[in-house]
């Protein structure tokens, strides 16, 4: 089986795919009494013909190594997965190429860490590594079809870094 090795999420080596979307450095502005740091406008939501929704996705928990046999992409808008827990979780991308997913990439987010895909992004399933795998979902709600998947010929496994 083919490898994927996990790499640390960081803004950097995940801006090609989407943002990473956490409270890194100084908040843009304090409110409430300045008891509050606001991190403002941290993703960009982008849909074609819908609005923005926010569901919970309540996933299983996975392990490393995990065997990765599909992956998907969201044509019509952008999908944002915030974890309502501080545990780390997995996140898998893979760039386009001709309209298939090239070699997979692997990400383990910091606690409090999230991610917004870009529309069109290829992106392994949510992937919680351990309970209760409780998220915040935000993506396009709409008519029409708005999810492509693509399984592996041969699949890859995914390991810990």
């Not at 089986?1 to 803004?11: A, D, F, G, K, P």
């Not at 990765?68 to 997965?81: I, N, T, Y």
């Not at 069109?120 to 492509?148: M, Q």
Request: proline share 8%.
């Amino acid at each position: 089986m083919r490898q994927v090795v996990t790499e640390q999420l960081t803004r950097a080596n995940f801006a090609s795919f989407g943002e990473v979307l956490d409270t890194a450095g100084a908040p843009d502005k304090m409110i409430n009494q300045g008891l509050c740091g606001r991190y403002h406008d941290r993703a960009t939501l982008d849909f074609v013909k819908g609005r923005a929704g926010i569901s919970l996705f309540q996933a299983q928990p996975r392990a490393l190594p995990y065997r990765l046999e599909m992956v998907e992409r969201h044509p019509e808008g952008s999908q944002a997965f915030l974890p309502m827990t501080q545990a780390p979780f997995l996140v898998i991308v893979a760039p386009d190429e001709q309209g298939s997913p090239g070699r997979p990439r692997a990400f383990l987010t910091a606690p409090g860490q999230g991610v917004n895909f870009l529309r069109g992004t290829w992106h392994g399933v949510l992937t919680p590594l351990s309970e209760p795998g409780l998220f915040a979902v935000v993506d396009r709600i709409g008519e029409g079809a708005n999810l492509e998947e693509h399984w592996f010929d041969v699949p890859w496994a995914v390991v810990a870094g």
